[in-house]
């Protein structure tokens, strides 16, 4: 069956909040998940009469990367349409990557100069300033023969590197060990026709470190997410509708773009993102609305931080709704847990708020409520669809 087939002429608007990382686990003494002790009135509010459920991002027991995580809230099959890191990066600070360019997201680290093992994997406190000046000096001084190189300045420590030419593929292995004490690995190919793309690399690498030799604490990098442009159908073709995206973190951004989204130029708070949201509403089908701390926090742990970034964004809650979109979704990409410090497993809560969704009596938004919801556990490459269900903008399936 074509979805295309079923398309209507229903004009309700779908806005999909995505807390990055939402998902917990329970933690501490009191063996709480972080919505549990998070003081939420409006979203416990609403999850009394929206359709509750939870989602697997890939597959039961598998922990999603952001990227797969983001395919399958969109619809996409995670697995068929894994999307290298590389990629959302360089779409995520404004490049547009061809065909003939593989990609990486770099971090400026350090490295010690008489052990050469990697002491900070962050290289340190970089202003962006420095981060920029760090990448001009690349950009100047290193050199491929039959290549085009290029470093583009990211946040904090983050850079992304670009590599053009003919015949490069994706199948290397990263240089980041994700640890500290050991040397910086050397890029190896993971298939017989990468072996070429691997020493070009290496040979880059090399240049990227001479060139950084007097820069310490930024005297290295390290290279993950070695990418190339894959061809995925436009999300507003595959859904009829004209999307926007509302996110302050360049993979945020990158991921949107990747699949045909605009993206819409906003502050730094979640309250700058609800400002652009209400002045753009007339303009767009469906809104991607996207928040990073949640994650952050998950991943240091910060089970107070983590609590205190659903606080401050329920308080917005009403405005979301003021805007009365047909459909209104509140979930996550995956589960980061304090508990776990890490992307995990977990199924990701979701909510519903629709005119014909259906309540089950849950008192908060909790996973725990979501368990208990009328949406049951679900793939979440389902929840596009279901979403265009709520809003009416399928009809009906056969005679």
């Known amino acids: 069956m074509e979805l295309k087939n079923l398309f209507n002429d229903e004009k309700g608007k779908i806005v999909m909040l995505v807390f990055d990382g939402l998902g917990g686990a329970p933690f501490g003494e009191k063996r709480m998940t972080e919505l549990e002790a998070a003081s939420i009135p409006n979203m416990d509010k609403l999850a009394k009469e929206s359709a509750l459920g939870l989602m697997v991002m890939t597959d039961y027991g598998i922990a999603p990367g952001s990227g797969p995580g983001h395919m399958a809230l969109f619809g996409y099959d995670p697995l068929k349409t894994n999307v290298g890191r590389g990629v959302l990066?360089?779409?995520?600070?404004?490049?547009?990557?061809?065909?003939?360019?593989?990609?990486?997201?770099?971090?400026?680290?350090?490295?010690?100069?008489?052990?050469?093992?990697i002491t900070d994997r962050r290289g340190g406190a970089l202003t962006q300033?420095?981060?920029?000046?760090?990448?001009?000096?690349?950009?100047?001084?290193?050199?491929?023969?039959?290549y085009q190189v290029k470093f583009i300045s990211g946040k904090e420590h983050r850079f992304v590197f670009i590599l053009k030419g003919e015949g490069l593929e994706e199948e290397l292995s990263e240089t980041d060990p994700q640890v500290t004490g050991v040397p910086p690995p050397k890029v190896v190919a993971l298939s017989e026709k990468a072996k070429k793309t691997a020493d070009v690399v290496n040979r880059c690498i090399e240049g990227i470190f001479d060139a950084l030799k007097d820069e310490y604490p930024q005297n290295a990098v390290l290279l993950r997410g070695f990418a190339k442009v894959p061809s995925i159908e436009p999300f507003g073709d595959r859904y009829n509708l004209k999307a926007a995206a509302i996110a302050t973190y360049p993979m945020y951004k990158g991921i949107a773009k990747l699949v045909g989204m605009e993206c819409l130029e906003c502050?730094?708070?979640?309250?700058?993102?609800?400002?652009t949201l209400e002045a753009n509403y007339d303009?767009?089908?469906?809104?991607?609305?996207?928040?990073?701390?949640t994650d952050s926090y998950g991943h240091k742990g910060d089970f107070d931080g983590k609590v205190r970034v659903l606080e401050e964004c329920d308080r917005l809650i009403p405005r979301f709704l003021a805007l009365k979109p047909k459909v209104f979704v509140i979930t996550g990409d995956h589960s980061t847990p304090c508990a776990v410090k890490e992307h995990s497993f977990h199924p990701v809560p979701v909510l519903i708020r629709a005119d014909t969704a259906i309540p089950t009596g849950a008192q908060r938004?909790?996973?725990?409520?979501?368990?208990?919801?009328?949406?049951?556990?679900?793939?979440?490459?389902?929840l596009m669809q279901m979403c265009l269900g709520y809003a009416g903008r399928l009809k009906k399936f056969g005679a």
């Not at 409520?369 to 793939?379: E, H, S, T, V, W």
């Open 283 to 293: 303009n767009f089908d469906f809104f991607f609305v996207h928040v990073k701390a």
């Open 129 to 146: 300033e420095r981060n920029k000046e760090l990448c001009k000096k690349l950009n100047e001084k290193v050199r491929i023969e039959g």
């Open 89 to 117: 990066e360089a779409l995520g600070v404004g490049h547009t990557q061809e065909r003939d360019e593989l990609s990486a997201r770099g971090n400026f680290a350090t490295i010690d100069p008489e052990s050469h093992v």
């Open 365 to 382: 938004f909790t996973e725990k409520d979501c368990a208990k919801g009328i949406l049951g556990i679900f793939p979440g490459m389902k």
């Open 267 to 275: 502050g730094s708070t979640f309250e700058d993102q609800v400002k």
